[in-house]
């Protein structure tokens, strides 16, 4: 029976393997290059760059400034998430229930004036009788040129600055969410390829190597504190020789556990072990040998330094990550994407049954999304913590809502059944994928 499995960032950032999601990697990178090692390594990078004039901490504080100012797009979003935390987290301790009820508390004053500056249908057909006029506006406030008192900007910041430097904490995150994401920096830079903005590039090829550098280096502590218990990571040592195995993350893992099977894995979005020259078209890929022997030091100064260069008479070379992120509309770094894609699709497709663990379904991704589309005539289960916004996700793919679903359970975990349609509530590393 061919069984497709589909990694998500669901299944990196389980307890025991402890990688971050996308939108902790900003805080986290920041951090790292603060460290000892890590401001070594950047200093190594930044040399490669000249006028580089783009720093992580400037980038978060400059986000955080802006957002305690005008964060009128995610006002609903917060307050919601946080709700529903509060109702339905009964391990929150009193702390954590506090700063819940403080968020809360500031999103709806801020709604509530927003709501009571709104214009309603009885005052505007007042104004129109009495002075025969039309109105144009909404409201009777510009709220693009509110001034939110200090203090209300530093309560603001306060909250920002701790949510980002405590991801865990099950109030706070849905604070940070979607505010400081890595893929929209970098595709805000990697139009300058595009463009030929030498700025934008070197910013951008900046930006991934740092991402590549923290990842690596994250890798590598994983793989030292799992020691001879290595072989038991989770979810990758259920992986079985048969299985045909797409990857959404950007590790070596999912590698090293099919490089054996007849099909390794298929790494969707790009692999740590892969880096390109996209001026030349050169693709280059690290040994197995080299990449576990790997000193990030000694790589940038005696092979990557060897190959950037932005100057024509010296011959240029713009040499980066092979990492995409998830967008509608993907730039193609290398042919070994187009291959990728493909096999991809073809396994999906001819698959007896798809099995997705930890994957977000976000609407970015439609290229991914699309093709399951196509394969909603056969079994699918998905593995995810939250299944009722994973049902939202999937009504668009599936054509499918919330109360046509049965309520079942499996491995002692609660799932809804839609037909064909499995989705089941659990950490990545709480099921065993072998018996699905």
């Known amino acids: 029976m061919a069984k497709v499995i589909v990694l998500g960032a669901g299944v990196d950032s389980s307890i025991r393997i402890g990688m971050p999601l996308t939108n902790e990697l900003i805080p986290k990178i920041s951090e790292f290059i603060t460290s000892e090692y890590g401001t070594l390594i950047d200093e190594k990078l930044r040399r490669l760059f000249p006028q580089l004039r783009f ?17 009128s797009s995610e006002i609903d979003s917060i307050r919601t998430n946080v709700n529903n935390e509060l109702q339905n987290n009964l391990e929150l301790d009193e702390e954590q229930r506090k700063m819940g009820r403080l968020i809360v508390a500031i999103m709806e004053k801020v709604t509530a004036m927003k709501t009571g500056a709104t214009l309603d249908e009885e005052t505007e057909t007042l104004i129109r009788e009495v002075f025969a006029t039309d109105v144009t506006d909404d409201t009777i406030i510009d709220f693009s040129k509110v001034v939110y008192t200090d203090t209300f900007k530093s309560v603001l910041r306060m909250i920002l600055e701790r949510s980002l430097s405590n991801s865990t904490n099950p109030i706070l995150r849905h604070v940070y969410h979607n505010l400081l994401d890595i893929e929209d920096l970098l595709m805000r830079y ?27 280096n994250r890798e590598k502590e994983i793989t030292v504190a799992s020691g001879e218990n290595f072989n038991t990571l989770p979810v990758y040592s259920q992986l079985q020789s048969d299985n045909i195995v797409i990857t959404f993350n950007y590790t070596s893992f999912a590698y090293l556990f099919t490089k054996d099977s007849p099909q390794p894995a298929l790494y969707f979005h790009g692999c740590l072990m892969d880096y390109v020259d996209v001026y030349n078209k050169t693709e280059m890929r690290f040994s197995d040998r080299d990449y576990m022997a790997l000193n990030i030091e000694n790589f940038i100064t005696e092979q990557l330094s060897q190959n950037i260069c932005f100057n024509e008479e010296q011959g240029r070379k713009y040499t980066i ?19 990728t894609w493909y096999k991809a699709t073809q396994a999906m497709l001819q698959a007896d049954k798809i099995i997705i663990i930890g994957y977000s379904f976000n609407n970015s991704d439609e290229h991914f999304n699309g093709i399951l589309r196509e394969c909603i005539s056969k079994p699918v289960v998905i593995v995810d913590t939250d ?3 994973i049902i939202c996700r999937l009504s668009p793919i599936f054509r499918c809502y919330p109360n046509q679903f049965t309520v079942i359970t499996i491995q002692g975990k609660p799932a809804k059944l839609f037909g064909l349609l499995t989705i089941i509530q659990s950490p990545a590393d709480e099921i065993d994928i072998r018996l699905l």
């Open 190 to 216: 990697f139009i300058g390829f595009y463009t030929g903005k030498e700025i934008q590039m070197k910013t951008y090829s900046y930006i991934t190597w740092a991402l590549w550098v923290y990842l690596v």
């Open 55 to 71: 720093r992580f901490d400037n980038f978060i504080k400059t986000t955080i400034d802006n957002f305690a100012q005008d964060f």
């Open 387 to 389: 299944i009722d916004g």
């Open 321 to 339: 990550p092979s990492l995409l992120p998830p967008v509608k509309i993907k730039p193609v770094l290398s042919k070994r994407y187009i291959d």
